[in-house]
């Protein structure tokens, strides 16, 4: 989700600080991107402590980013709220998700306007599409730690030519599990997406870390933003600490002058 769009994430206390578990405090650094590698995009994803993930999406220095955050229980998404990063490692919202009882209920503000839209979800654990997967470094699926085959439904924000529409329920998404392979450097699980939410020539292959679960790389079809054809996804790093956290935050705006 870019910062001019709509940003959907949580608020709760921060900072990348070990808060115990598998994996917490770690920072996990990405690139978005078309699968040709055009239009590339920055995400930096911080999970201080299972259940709950900080991120960051941006492109230029001293430019707009997104500030996005989540929270999960019982392997999904319950709430989000979230927006854009700010000075100083500080950052302001505008739009919130929550999910109960089998609905995503979602709230923006653009153009001084509230917009309001509630989708039902029909498939569980479900997972926000164009949060480019962070919310399995959140929650991962368990199965997925296990190389067995699993399924989850998928929802996405989409902004196009009716703003109050914003808000679409793609349907399951089946991830089979293919082989272990080496990607990015790293041993991996390689998946094989489909299902109704990636009919076609819409999937592609996920690939997952294995003791984690959380996401090395993904080349899909289904472009998870308006901008974009396709959908690659690449860790480049893990870093790890409220420090080092802190230092990704405040590096966007240093030395910038006034903030867009």
């Known amino acids: 989700m870019k910062a001019k769009a709509a940003t959907l994430a949580i608020l709760l206390a921060g ?3 070990h808060g115990g ?13 078309n699968r040709d ?21 941006m ?7 997104a500030f996005v955050t989540a929270a999960t229980e019982n392997g999904e998404t319950v709430r989000l709220t979230g927006g854009r ?14 999910y109960r009882e089998g ?3 979602a709230r923006l503000t653009a153009a001084q306007s509230e917009l309001r839209q509630s989708v ?17 470094a959140a929650s991962p699926p368990p199965a997925a730690l296990t190389g067995s085959d699993f399924s989850f439904g998928v929802a996405l924000v989409w902004l196009g030519e009716d703003p109050a529409d914003f808000l679409r329920y793609l349907g399951r998404a089946d991830a089979r599990f293919v082989r272990e392979e080496r990607r990015e450097g790293r041993r991996t699980l390689r998946y094989q997406l489909g299902g109704p939410a990636f009919a076609g020539d819409l999937g592609g292959p996920l690939w997952l870390d294995p003791e984690e679960g959380f996401v090395v790389a993904a080349e899909l079809g289904r472009p998870n933003h308006s901008e974009y054809r396709d959908f690659k996804l690449r860790l480049t790093g893990i870093g790890h600490g409220a420090a080092e956290w802190k230092r990704l935050l405040k590096a966007h705006f240093e030395g910038c002058g006034s903030p867009p």
Not at 59 to 65: H, I, M, S, V
Not at 85 to 98: I, Q, T, V, Y
Request: glycine fraction near 8%; include cysteine; aromatic fraction near 12%.
């Open 15 to 17: 900072g990348c600080a």
């Open 21 to 33: 578990g598998s994996g917490a405090g770690e920072i996990y650094s990405y690139v978005r991107s």
């Open 37 to 57: 590698g055009s239009e590339a995009e920055t995400i930096h994803v911080c999970r201080p402590r299972p259940g709950y993930v900080e991120v960051t999406k």
């Open 59 to 65: 492109r230029e220095r001293c430019t707009n980013a």
């Open 85 to 98: 990063l700010r000075p100083g490692a500080k950052h302001e919202d505008f739009a919130e998700m929550a």
């Open 103 to 105: 609905r995503i209920d």
């Open 120 to 136: 039902a979800v029909p498939d569980r654990p479900w997972h926000l599409y164009d949060f480019d997967f962070a919310s399995f």
